[in-house]
């Protein structure tokens, strides 16, 4: 569009990593400039300062699972809001400075969590090889570029970026493995109900209330709510105290989340809306509302509340 | 009021009863034309067919409970609405033609319940007294009356109607017992809310589904709603089908009110809405909200969540 | 049995009532000695007192409702519990001293629940009649015996009992209509549990612990028990003041309801257990447990925490 | 002990981290054999090969979260058993080669949750150094030790071990920072209760039983089981698929703790029980249980039960 200004994206660097790559699926991204940061609170304060429009970064993973940093970066600070997720399969390589043969390798470079994932199939194809723990995908195809290491398990994206040869491909042990992202942006309006939503929360419970968490699901499924995932996370103020992070089918503009966000407004100690967003297709598909739960179901019992409250019990 | 008719009130008769007693509590009654009706079911058909414009019908008592078929008549036929609640001490009367000794009174006319009411001050005050089972308090009045029984078991106004003199007043053996009206009118706009009111409901649960009664009273829980009373009556199908009539704190126009009503809606087979209206003082004060649940919370989370969904989340 | 003294059964007379009627099905009273009772206090009263060794009264019928005076017989006085369950079809007839024409019946009299049951029957086929109220179906039946009145309406055993001609059978309007009577004896280890069960409770709810109800049916559901029936009756102290009688399947020897029966015994501030027996075939067959919520889950689990226990997780 | 063979411990290393810190806390290790091993993993395969009696590792922080590592080991292979927990407050020490001033420092090295968790200090005290990340805290000191950085974030026993100058103690931004760790063994019968114990479990839900967590929850409340924390862990098939990790105020032994695990048995895919074992002291003390869901009432109602089956209703 001639006058409007791309968008300023920023995602969990350096570049070469799964963030990017999620990021390269955003339609959007194609006209945009795209910055690495070095960290995902970097990510999310150049979205706060105002020097990005947008950050991509990495929420969980169906191997690792949370990824703690992204959720206590959106449950404090100024307010920050999910718009869409990405949901990538991990298909890790292994790749080298020059083509050479598996039995020859005697050092590999990885993250923890990746070489983690790739454990089976490196005793199994490079049984010679010692793993050695670096801090980030990329770090280890770097390490494999500048001769340190004599490969390095990394994304395909990281390799040709460090023009490394790629020796195996899709060396993950489970070969279901996916990363899921989220692409985050200043607060406003969310993007329009698809009919297949996510909503996700940051919630406070009181300690001081047995069962709050209960009270918490039971707010949910009263409205028919289907909660997709819950993870909790320390608030920070001592042991024992945590903010749980709420992934729920639908989305704010429904009534049943309408109902059911105000519930949990009223019984918590504090509620974080962190965005409403099209849920990605992978694995499952939503379940289908419980009987008298649908979005019809709300609106026939809104239209009879209203002749109620006027009278009308015809 | 010049040029308005007045109202027409229909009770629970004969003459003399505590239906009438209770309609005299009533301000409107003053002006009114009150006219009693034999049963019921007839009170109540007076006012659907437009022959009366109120009906004061007893609901239930504290030592004899439900009155069936109030409860009954209000499930079924063209909907009627509660509109006042009369409570009403009990406060029996032995009554006689004439001024005679409690020694010398040989038979006694009650109605079956008035007469377990009493049972024990007969026992101790009018030993040598045979009590005789008939169809209504008036009946025994009558009875008293026409010389037929030595005294009657009745209420006050009907000892007065009957001319009987009073041989002893408040024989219940449970002086705080009570009974509990309905003032009943055709559906329209309820009164207005007064901050204690009551709102009563007749639903029907889905029979198929394991846990329905559970699911009803969660829906009232959610919302801080207090159940006062749960009666069920056969629905007349078959042994095992029952409505349950439910009665609520708060009113149709409250904000957790529509809520709850809604989610009954949702998930019951049928609710019928039988009328919101001023609590009447007796007994116990309404519980205070539970923590999140008062009106003022509602109304904080309602305007949190306006401002939720326009992406304001300053 | 030489030498065992036939058992004594009391029941809700006079003689001729449906409540003798659902004796005759009991196979021991084929050899008892069957009287009959003024009153279902009377007949509880001889069975506390040991002149009777059990009683048959009334619960509820399937137009009418509870049988109020029988719930709270049983709630209070000394402990008494039930064996037995009967259900009995309400078959009424139109009975007369004379076999007679339909049209020829100027009078019926009729116990007002009966009369209300057959309404719709005597105002096609007898519309001559006036139905006149009278204390019991066996008053009816005496009354046309004696020609105080052109008929009655009464069960078949009144009829026969009276020497009356039956001028019309099964006159109710609902044939479906039922009885379910009690067979009710002093305490003792209760009948063997057959696999389809009922136990019924009096359960007194903590009336300062808002959602009491609530967490009564919480505490069924959580063990899978399923609740048939739940009434409630005045406790006789002041008006809001219930006792709530729970039908629940399954027997008191069970796992799932001997958890239960504790844990409502925990929280509520009584529980009166009045039996457990057989259930009588009608209607519904009971729901199939829900997952996890069989007999074989119990035992199952059962073992599995013993073995934890003993430090065995093998 | 004469004739004893020592315990051997095995702990998360290298020597100098806070696992050793907190092993030196349990009083057999006094005697014991003290071995580090290089991850989670290797501690608790040496448990489970029979190499250790007995492993010390981090279960979750106060700032970092939840150590995922432990979780998903603890979750999956041969059962293991948690039989103490330790909580140690997080203090980090700032340490060098030599005594040097904090102007002077412009690296330091530290772990990424270290860092993150002293950060405000480093900045307001040692602006000049430039913080590197490193794979452990005792990686940290071994970096200072030999003159890599100038520095290290450390534990105070890791600074002792590579024989380095404490520049400065209490450096961490939140003074009240913990970590917890749970001392491992293979299954056996568990310590004793204390009155006041956690038990630890790890639970998969159904996933086609919408509101399984839920019920979860209402198996634990309903027994009066407060859920200190909850945490979920990926199980690794497909994401959106989670264990979730509960610790349990009470004991396996207790009959409130034995009748919740039966329920969860039975409603869950799987219940693995992961320990019961003395609550270490620190932060909150456990909520009093709620009325009627004390020792004494299940105990009581036990009682009761007992009698009601034995047909003593006295």
Known sequence: MPGVPPTRFVYLGPEG???????????????GILTPARSVPEALD???????????????????????????????GEPLVITREVVLPVQFVLAARDDRS?????????????????RKWLRAHAPQATVVDVLSNATAALGASS????????????????????LAKDIADNPDAMTRFALVARPGPPPPPTGDDLTTLAVYISHDRVGA??????????????????????????L????????CGGHVADA????????????????????????????????RP?????????????????????????
């Open 102 to 118: 598996l039995e020859s390798v005697r050092s590999v470079a990885a993250h923890p969590q990746a070489g983690a994932q790739c």
């Open 147 to 166: 001769g340190e290491f004599d490969a390095a398990v990394c994304a395909e994206i990281g390799a040709s970026r460090y023009k490394l040869h790629v």
């Open 240 to 247: 024992g105290r945590y903010v749980f992070f709420l992934d």
């Open 17 to 31: 990593t799964f963030s990017e790559q999620a990021l390269k699926t955003v339609p959007a991204a194609d006209r």
């Open 46 to 76: 150049a979205l706060r300062s105002g020097d990005a429009d947008a950050a991509l970064v990495p929420l969980e993973n169906s191997i690792g699972g949370q990824v703690g940093v992204t959720l206590d970066e959106l449950a404090s």
């Open 290 to 314: 419980a009987p008298g739960l649908a979005d019809v179901d709300f609106a026939a019992a809104a239209t009879w509340l209203s002749r109620v409250r006027a009278g009308d019990l015809s």
């Open 213 to 238: 968490l209960l009270a918490v699901l039971t707010e949910l499924s009263v409205r028919g709510i289907n909660l997709t995932r819950i993870e909790s996370r320390p608030t920070g103020e001592k």
């Open 256 to 287: 049943q989340m309408g109902e059911a966000l105000q519930g949990l407004r009223r019984i918590c100690a504090d509620v974080r809306f962190l965005g409403s967003y099209p849920r990605a297709a992978h694995g499952d598909a939503p379940p």
